[in-house]
């Protein structure tokens, strides 16, 4: 029993031997610490330096960017150069639709041209057509003018005719004449009454007369100005032919 309890304070001895040797290292380099930071002084803190505004700088990138946008950056800011974007080749079909819609355009504007071409024929006939009947319609009434002043002077000449009749039938040698003939009792009363009746028809036809060459004059100026509206119509509508029948470039 004696000699198994001294193995045992043997074997416990050297257990705690081999643990303080172990924990000397630790202890050793727990004092150099100690020692190094009593040793090393406290630096001293330097002043920071206050950051300065910076203006705002303006820098183009219209190389970059089709829209030819400015971009407002800091002088501490870097500016960002984008990467152009790489375009895929067109295809084939994409170029067919192009082609088609190219088609489409130009064949909407050809029947546009052609739209626009009638409608300007259409015009062009529907004015020949108006100043023709406008024309005709002054054609005609100058022709109804001049024949109403021609109706006026055969009326106006008749009763000039009929003026100079009476001046000779109101001659007293004719007066006597015809009462010679009829026979009276009395032909000086015969002769008065013949008289009156000559002057009195005289009167009438000369204020007739008077009425007609007034309306005469008037139908002249009338016949006139008809006239001049004739020929001024008629040139307009001459131009107008010859403007539809010379050929014309298209533009």
Do not use: C, H
């Not at 705690?16 to 380099?29: E, F, H, M, T, Y």
Request: net charge positive; hydrophobic share 35%; proline share 5%.
């Amino acid at each position: 029993m004696k000699s198994w309890k001294g193995k045992l304070y043997v074997l416990i001895s050297l257990v705690l031997i081999a643990g303080g040797i172990l924990s000397l290292p630790d202890a050793a380099a727990a004092q150099t610490k100690k020692k190094t930071a009593k040793k090393t002084a406290k630096p001293t803190s330097a002043p920071q330096p206050v950051p300065t505004r910076t203006m705002p700088v303006i820098i183009s990138q219209a190389d970059q960017y089709q829209n030819q946008n400015q971009q407002i950056v800091t002088g501490n800011e870097q500016p960002q150069i984008s990467t152009p974007v790489q375009t895929q080749p067109e295809t084939f079909d994409e170029k067919l639709d192009k082609i088609n819609s190219r088609l489409k355009e130009l064949n909407a504007r050809m029947k546009n041209i052609e739209s626009t071409k009638q409608n300007e024929y259409d015009e062009r006939q529907k004015r020949l057509l108006l100043n023709l009947d406008i024309l005709t319609r002054a054609e005609q009434r100058a022709e109804t003018l001049r024949r109403q002043m021609f109706d006026l002077v055969e009326k106006e000449n008749s009763i000039k005719t009929k003026l100079q009749n009476l001046e000779m039938d109101a001659r007293p040698e004719m007066i006597d004449r015809q009462i010679s003939t009829v026979g009276s009792l009395r032909p000086e009363e015969l002769r008065d009454l013949r008289s009156k009746s000559l002057d009195s028809e005289k009167k009438n036809l000369q204020n007739l007369l008077s009425e007609i060459q007034a309306t005469r004059e008037s139908l002249e100026l009338n016949v006139s100005k008809a006239d001049q509206l004739v020929d001024k119509l008629r040139a307009v509508l001459e131009k107008d032919i010859d403007d539809a029948l010379s050929p014309k470039t298209d533009q």
